[in-house]
């Protein structure tokens, strides 16, 4: 699947951001501003993994010769950050070849102030910054710090969390939207799918990734959990755990794809909770994946919409026609390949096997794969879309579920938010470091 979506996008798009595979040509979009080859820095670290290393030669010339830091126009950091910082930072870790990393040193050390491009939040509720943009950093710039020696990367994401830890929280609860102005929270909107989501993650993973040594984001973890469990988390009538969203203290009984990561997430963070808690949260975690499953299960096409409801009789399905399209996630099968590794228990690798199916069976086009339109019908309609988040994250992850625990192993590793593995940072292994540091700062 990696190979035919890799080869469609090199013979049609080659360079753009992403494939069309419906017309076979390439779409730039505006997310990433003036940067240009999403797909080839996203599949970097796919495509070694799985051992395809003539793509993996021609994605990393590409990214050698043409791609473009200092483009101009507005992009999004998060979006930047995640897929091209995570992206590089992975092929370095992975291979050991420095490939344009000392490039990106160099622009994110002046961020905010670099002439050229103007780095927005994304879209936001009017002029707000957004939890999961602004706390969805921590991972990579720590690791920019670790490989230049330069404080300054980690000194900014930690001001981020400064100011969170400072800041009073409704119920223990962060809400989605922040204002950079006052530093006050603008509207009472929280959520643990899109806007939040990947704030949460990288709370856990910080402190993973710190061999757990960040006991800050240890706490800030547990604590949001708590209040996420004490006011998000539901059980419907037909028995399904689901999260909830939480607009000034009324819920709205929705979830969101996007939200069916936090299977995997509870699941990594189960170890490190309070020692009572830690069988219920991995029992939480395999609830929320079995609640996403049913989201998947209940369409016509067994893959799930983007975001499904629990109110007025129906449970995991949209009742929304504007709900009802996949645009090839990744979350589910996320937590599908997280909940393998904790458990072993084999249902995880058949509805990952269920879910390769439903892709082949009605995301599969000529030239690529392609998002639906709508998951309850089997005449599907296609989206003309080929994610570059499907080559990152989506198929990483169902070749992870497939693959033995020692490739990329969670004791050694952590993934971004768009599936980039990055090193745990031991103690041990700062002399060491220290010595690689040295290298790549010259």
């Known amino acids: 699947m990696m190979k035919f979506a890799w080869d469609n996008y090199k013979r049609y798009a ?64 998060f979006e930047v ?6 992206g590089l930072l992975s092929a370095y870790y992975l291979t050991g070849e420095e490939v344009r990393l000392i490039d990106v040193l160099d622009v994110f050390e002046c961020y905010p102030c670099c002439s050229g491009t103007s780095w927005s939040w994304g879209w936001a509720s009017a002029g707000s910054s957004i939890l999961a943009e602004f706390g969805t950093l921590h991972l990579e710039f720590v690791h920019l710090t670790e490989l230049s020696s330069n404080p300054v990367y980690t000194e900014k994401v930690m001001n981020i969390r400064k100011l969170l830890n400072k800041i009073e929280k409704p119920h223990g609860l962060y809400p989605n939207f922040l204002s950079p102005v006052s530093g006050n929270w603008v509207q009472h909107h929280v959520s643990i799918g899109g806007l939040g989501d990947s704030f949460y993650e ?10 757990k ?17 004490a006011n998000l988390v539901q059980k419907s009538p037909g028995g399904l755990t689901y999260m909830a969203e939480w607009r000034g203290g009324i819920l709205d ?12 997430m509870i699941g990594i963070g189960a170890d490190d909770g309070a020692p009572e808690k830690r069988q219920h949260y991995l029992d939480l975690a395999a609830e929320i994946t079995h609640t996403c499953h049913e989201s998947y299960s209940r369409s016509a096409t067994k893959l799930g919409p983007e975001a499904f409801r629990f109110d007025s009789g129906a449970e995991a399905t949209a009742t929304r026609l504007s709900d009802r399209y996949y645009i090839l996630r990744p979350e589910v099968i996320e937590s599908y390949m997280y909940m393998w590794r904790l458990t072993h228990d084999p249902k995880y690798r058949e ?48 070749y992870l579920l497939f693959s033995d625990d020692d490739l990329l192993s969670l004791e050694d590793w952590v993934f971004n938010t768009e599936a980039h593995p990055l090193p745990i940072i031991r103690n041990s292994c700062l002399q060491d470091d220290a010595t690689q540091e040295k290298t790549v700062s010259e």
């Open 14 to 77: 080659w360079g753009k951001n992403e494939l069309r595979p419906l017309t076979r040509n390439g779409h730039i979009g505006n997310m990433f501003g003036g940067l240009r080859g999403a797909s080839i820095v996203d599949s970097l670290d796919t495509l070694y993994i799985m051992g395809l290393m003539d793509e993996y030669n021609d994605a990393k010339e590409w990214v050698k010769t043409s791609l473009d830091l200092n483009s101009n126009g507005e992009a999004s950091l």
């Open 81 to 86: 950050n995640i897929r091209y910082v995570g």
């Open 202 to 211: 990288y709370l856990i993973k910080s402190y993973l990734m710190s061999d």
């Open 213 to 229: 040594t960040d006991d800050d984001a240890k706490k800030m973890y547990y604590t949001a959990l708590e209040a996420i469990e």
């Open 253 to 264: 009984h929705k979830m969101g794809h996007l939200a069916c990561f936090s299977g995997g």
């Open 351 to 398: 509805w990952g096997w269920e879910a390769v199916e439903a892709l082949e069976q009605h995301c599969r086009v000529e030239s690529g794969f392609s998002g639906i339109r709508d998951v309850y019908t089997t005449s599907v309609s296609h989206d003309n879309m080929q994610q570059s988040f499907f080559l990152s994250e989506t198929l990483k992850y169902l």
